[in-house]
Each structure stands twice: as C-alpha cells, then as structure tokens.
C-alpha cells in the first residue's frame, strides 16, 4: 500500500519546499522504491497557463500538455520521473470538479460543503496523483496560516486519520532567521508555525529548518520542546551552493533513515553515486562563459527556472560555469546592442504579447551579422523568422498576427490565419485565453544534413510545446534557396519545429521548450550544444 509524505512550510514563502519534496523522493528512488510527488497548490486558477511569470514564475508543461507549477520541473530533474496532469492539484480544479458534479446531481441533493465535498474531492485526487506508487511525496503550496490553503491541510489530516500515521508522515519546512544584531537563530516563528499547524490537528513528525547555517543539538532540543516533534527529527535544510546538493546534505543528516523507520519500510541499499558525480563535475568547473538572455518577464528570473538551470546543466556537461546576464528586451536598442559583443551566446526565450518584441528582433539580427551563438525558444525561433524576413528577404513590415494583425507579411500566424500567400482576411478570436494552445510532447522529424541532427543524433524526437501561432508554412518559399532552413517539421511536416542559419557557428531556433526535458546529469542535446558553441567564442 502507498505511504504518504506530506510537505507543509511555514513562516514565509518560498523556502524551497518542492526542492525538499524532490530531494527527498530522489533518495528513495536510488533507494529502488517507486515514488510519485505532486503539488497542491491553493490558488483559484484551473492552472498557473494564465497567469504572469512575473507574479507566479515559470509554467511548467508536462508530456500530456498539463501546464502546472515549476516545482513540477524540480521534481522531474531531480527524480527523473515525468510528471502529468494529475501532478498538479489547483484549488480551482477542485472547486471546478465539485462544482461539476453538483450540476450534474451527483451529490443526490445534498448541500455541498467544503467537509465533505471539497475534501473528498482532494484526497481522490491525492490517491490518483500517487499512480500506485510505494511512496507519494505531496508537497503543500502557500504557507500554513494561509486562507487559502486549509481545505488542503484539513484534506491531509482526515488522509492521516484514515490511512493511520504507519502510512502516513507530515514534515513541516521552516524559516529559523539569523537576527546580525544579537548574533542569534530565533526559535520563535517556527514555535508558531507548528502552533497553527496544531491548531488545525496536524502533529508534523519532521521539522526541516531552513537557514543559513546547521542547527545545533541545543537548538534541536529547544525546538523539540514547543514543538512536540521528537528532537531525533528535528533537521537543518541550509542554504547550498546548489541545490542540486541538497540530497546529499539530506542524506548526510540521514533524513532517509528516519522516514524508512516512520513508515515502516524496508531499509533498501542507497545508490547516491549520481549526485556525487556530479557534485564532483560541477566543482571540476572553472572557465566562466557569459550568456545574455533577452526576455521580458527578467525581474523574477524564477520566470525562466527550467532555463536557468537547462543552462547551468550544459555548462557541468561542457566544464563551464555559465553567468546568465539578463537583459530587458524593451530596453534594447540599436544604439545600445554593442554591449552583446561582450557575449558567449544569446538566448531569446518563449513569451506572450508584443511587449519587448523590437528589442528581441534587434538581438537576434546582431546574433546573426556578428556570428554569436544564438539559441532562441518558442517566441525566440518566431522572432529570427521575422527579423530573416525583414531584413534579408525585405519582406516590408514582416512581422506574427499576434503583434500586428494587419501586417502584410504574416510570416508567423495561428494556422486556421493561413488563408493565402498575402495574409487577407486575419482573423484573431483571443476571447479565452486559457487552454487554446498547442501543449503537450509532440513528434519532430529532423534533416539529416542540419545543425540540430549533429546535436541530437537521431532524425525523429519528441519535445514539449506551449505556444499558439506557428511560422506561416504558406510563405516558406520566400526563404529557399538562402542560409534560413527549417530543419525540423512536425510529423505531418506542416509545422516548422526547428530553424537554422547555414554557414554561422551555431544559429538554432526550436518551436518547442527543450529546457523543460533538461537533467542535471545529461543536460539537454541542444542546450549542451549551445553552451559548447558559446564556449569556443573569444570576447
């Protein structure tokens, strides 16, 4: 039968508790356990596909076109696992689920309340994320004390209650903050943490306390004492030079060890031979390259995670520390885009809206006259498609449907847009945003005789989408016979999926999301590729 490991956090947002979850699940599954994690997230949206990155960071995409939290990324770099539609529990989905079933009368004319009706509706989806597995990690969003979020939590305790704590085990991601004046760890915050867990009747079994610093025995005991936790399972989860450290400081500390025990599991050898390889490589990294990523949503980099960390793979791969600059696309101008001479590489990410679209156009032209490495994803492969258009074929005013609907030159449009060569008649129907895109892993065929083949080494692949417009395939003709090539089609080979520029370092632009399949211990073939090139550029 499935055990349960429920992850809360408390005092303040953002403590890493979805890295915690996955480094946790990753002990066990080099332990030889099947495990399953999922994210249950508070907030009222369906699913975080309209909200801003700025506000709620990275949409993650599974292979089943879910788009979930970016702790869905940690979970499947760290773990290894792919994760799908039922990974990721909104408070919206819930309500939607209840709410459809009382329309549809299934709740025989009861009133529907948030006990039982809501909180059964999440724990069968809690049942159904765990896919049957030995171990279930479900990490809790928000913060304890949140409005939000108590259904959840009240959802857990009848879990616990039901299963019995043998199945069960609650560990609580805390903050103990440094106060420089006294020189002192306060205690404090997270005595009232556990307090309002307790209030609501979950006893955690685990306190991870996260800090700057491992706690003493001392300060275990202390905490031990308001907290009703046993000092025996009270944890540091200190700041790391990586996170990609983290499973081994967990399992330094034999965090393991004692959930093994809590649950009553077999002690299975640990294989942590992975994550110490690669601690290994990435201390073995001296050499900085610097990579400029042109994007719009660059004051909350947690708006590009699975790119960041995509990048930072690639460089463990290739012996580099990559040094991300990240730069405003509506700040780019022609008078100031000598300073990416400076520049490795250039990376134009995905996005939305026509905001920041010049700066980017500009970018991918200097990429492309100077010879930089130049790697642009989704919107970032749309954006040289317009700027080739533009200032190669003197396309007049090329530009997507999406930033000009009355452009004469639809190089880039919605397919349903593709009525002749001269674009008449567009067309553009935005009044539901959410759930009209093209998501989901989708097959890619690739020339033999391309870039992207020598990265990948094999001529058929699958790769994550999320985007709504695709390049024009009725104007294709006006690129042949030049350096532009389109290199990867859809299976159909109606949809441009991969472009190039012959007779450039690297110039590579993909319609799909590589960074969301990156590992840590494999990288990404493009994004290794990338990096490699952007390594060889003298500045």
Same mark, same amino acid.
């Given at each position: 039968?499935?055990? !349960?490991?429920?992850?809360?956090?408390?005092?303040?947002?953002?403590?890493?508790?979805?890295?915690?979850?996955?480094?946790?699940?990753?002990?066990?599954?080099?332990?030889?356990?099947?495990?399953?994690?999922?994210?249950?997230?508070?907030?009222?949206?369906?699913?975080?596909?309209?909200?801003?990155?700025?506000?709620? *960071?990275?949409?993650?995409?599974?292979?089943?076109?879910?788009?979930?939290?970016?702790?869905?990324?940690?979970?499947?770099?760290?773990?290894?696992?792919?994760?799908?539609?039922?990974?990721?529990?909104?408070?919206?989905?819930?309500?939607?689920?209840?709410?459809?079933?009382?329309?549809?009368?299934?709740?025989?004319?009861?009133?529907?309340?948030?006990?039982?009706?809501?909180?059964?509706?999440?724990?069968?989806?809690?049942?159904?994320?765990?896919?049957?597995?030995?171990?279930?990690?479900?990490?809790?969003?928000?913060?304890?004390?949140?409005?939000?979020?108590?259904?959840?939590?009240?959802?857990?305790?009848?879990?616990?209650?039901?299963?019995?704590?043998?199945?069960?085990?609650?560990?609580?991601?805390?903050?103990?903050?440094?106060?420089?004046?006294?020189?002192?760890?306060?205690?404090?915050?997270?005595?009232?943490?556990?307090?309002?867990?307790?209030?609501?009747?979950?006893?955690?079994?685990?306190?991870?306390?996260?800090?700057?610093?491992?706690?003493?025995?001392?300060?275990?005991?202390?905490?031990?004492?308001?907290?009703?936790?046993?000092?025996?399972?009270?944890?540091?989860?200190?700041?790391?030079?990586?996170?990609?450290?983290?499973?081994?400081?967990?399992?330094?500390?034999?965090?393991?060890?004692?959930?093994?025990?809590?649950?009553?599991?077999?002690?299975?050898?640990?294989?942590?031979?992975?994550?110490?390889?690669?601690?290994?490589?990435?201390?073995?990294?001296?050499?900085?390259?610097?990579?400029?990523?042109?994007?719009?949503?660059?004051?909350?980099?947690?708006?590009?995670?699975?790119?960041?960390?995509?990048?930072?793979?690639?460089?463990?791969?290739?012996?580099?520390?990559?040094?991300?600059?990240?730069?405003?696309?509506?700040?780019?101008?022609?008078?100031?885009?000598?300073?990416?001479?400076?520049?490795?590489?250039?990376?134009?990410?995905?996005?939305?809206?026509?905001?920041?679209?010049?700066?980017?156009?500009?970018?991918?032209? !200097?990429?492309?006259?100077?010879?930089?490495?130049?790697?642009?994803?989704?919107?970032?492969?749309?954006?040289?498609?317009?700027?080739?258009?533009?200032?190669?074929?003197?396309?007049?005013?090329?530009?997507?449907?999406?930033?000009?609907?009355?452009?004469?030159?639809?190089?880039?449009?919605?397919?349903?847009?593709?009525?002749?060569?001269?674009?008449?008649?567009?067309?553009?129907?935005?009044?539901?945003?959410?759930?009209?895109?093209?998501?989901?892993?989708?097959?890619?065929?690739?020339?033999?005789?391309?870039?992207?083949?020598?990265?990948?080494?094999?001529?058929?692949?699958?790769?994550?989408?999320?985007?709504?417009?695709?390049?024009?395939?009725?104007?294709?003709?006006?690129?042949?016979?030049?350096?532009?090539?389109?290199?990867?089609?859809?299976?159909?080979?109606?949809?441009?999926?991969?472009?190039?520029?012959?007779?450039?370092?690297? !110039?590579?632009?993909?319609?799909?999301?590589?960074?969301?399949?990156?590992?840590?211990?494999? *990288?990404?073939?493009?994004?290794?590729?990338?990096?490699?090139?952007?390594?060889?550029?003298?500045?």
């Amino acid at each position: 039968m499935t055990r !349960y490991v429920f992850i809360t956090g408390g005092v303040v947002s953002s403590l890493g508790k979805g890295i915690a979850a996955a480094s946790l699940a990753s002990l066990f599954k080099l332990r030889g356990f099947k495990v399953s994690l999922q994210k249950l997230d508070p907030y009222i949206n369906i699913d975080p596909g309209t909200m801003s990155p700025i506000q709620h *960071g990275e949409v993650f995409v599974t292979d089943d076109g879910a788009e979930t939290d970016l702790d869905l990324g940690h979970y499947e770099r760290f773990v290894g696992i792919r994760m799908s539609q039922d990974s990721n529990v909104t408070a919206g989905r819930v309500y939607s689920n209840v709410i459809e079933k009382e329309r549809k009368g299934e709740y025989l004319g009861s009133t529907v309340q948030v006990i039982p009706h809501v909180t059964d509706e999440i724990k069968k989806l809690i049942i159904k994320g765990s896919k049957k597995s030995d171990i279930a990690f479900v990490e809790v969003g928000g913060t304890v004390g949140d409005i939000e979020s108590l259904p959840f939590l009240e959802s857990i305790r009848q879990f616990s209650l039901e299963l019995g704590d043998k199945k069960t085990i609650f560990v609580h991601l805390t903050l103990l903050p440094f106060i420089d004046v006294t020189k002192e760890i306060k205690t404090k915050p997270t005595q009232h943490s556990v307090k309002e867990l307790r209030s609501i009747g979950i006893q955690p079994d685990i306190l991870l306390c996260r800090g700057k610093n491992p706690i003493n025995q001392k300060l275990k005991n202390k905490l031990a004492m308001f907290t009703n936790v046993s000092s025996d399972a009270v944890f540091s989860s200190i700041d790391a030079k990586s996170i990609y450290d983290i499973p081994i400081l967990f399992k330094e500390q034999k965090i393991d060890d004692y959930l093994l025990k809590k649950l009553n599991l077999k002690n299975k050898k640990l294989n942590l031979k992975p994550w110490k390889d690669y601690k290994t490589k990435v201390l073995k990294c001296r050499k900085k390259i610097k990579i400029a990523m042109i994007g719009k949503y660059v004051d909350l980099t947690d708006s590009y995670k699975s790119l960041n960390e995509a990048l930072y793979h690639a460089g463990v791969i290739n012996n580099r520390v990559v040094d991300i600059t990240y730069l405003d696309s509506e700040k780019i101008s022609k008078g100031n885009i000598k300073s990416l001479s400076s520049m490795n590489g250039i990376l134009v990410p995905g996005g939305f809206g026509n905001r920041g679209i010049e700066g980017k156009i500009i970018a991918a032209e !200097y990429a492309r006259k100077n010879k930089i490495p130049y790697f642009g994803i989704c919107l970032g492969m749309q954006i040289s498609v317009i700027e080739f258009a533009r200032n190669v074929l003197k396309l007049s005013g090329a530009n997507s449907t999406e930033f000009n609907p009355d452009t004469k030159s639809p190089v880039v449009a919605l397919v349903d847009e593709w009525l002749d060569s001269h674009g008449k008649n567009i067309v553009t129907d935005k009044k539901s945003m959410g759930g009209t895109m093209r998501l989901g892993a989708q097959e890619c065929l690739v020339d033999k005789n391309s870039l992207a083949y020598k990265m990948y080494k094999k001529s058929f692949i699958s790769e994550r989408h999320r985007h709504r417009y695709e390049v024009n395939a009725n104007l294709l003709n006006c690129f042949l016979e030049t350096d532009f090539i389109f290199s990867g089609k859809s299976k159909k080979g109606n949809l441009m999926e991969i472009i190039e520029i012959k007779n450039h370092p690297w !110039y590579l632009g993909c319609q799909f999301h590589p960074e969301f399949t990156s590992s840590p211990i494999n *990288g990404h073939p493009l994004f290794n590729g990338f990096v490699n090139a952007a390594s060889k550029r003298k500045t």
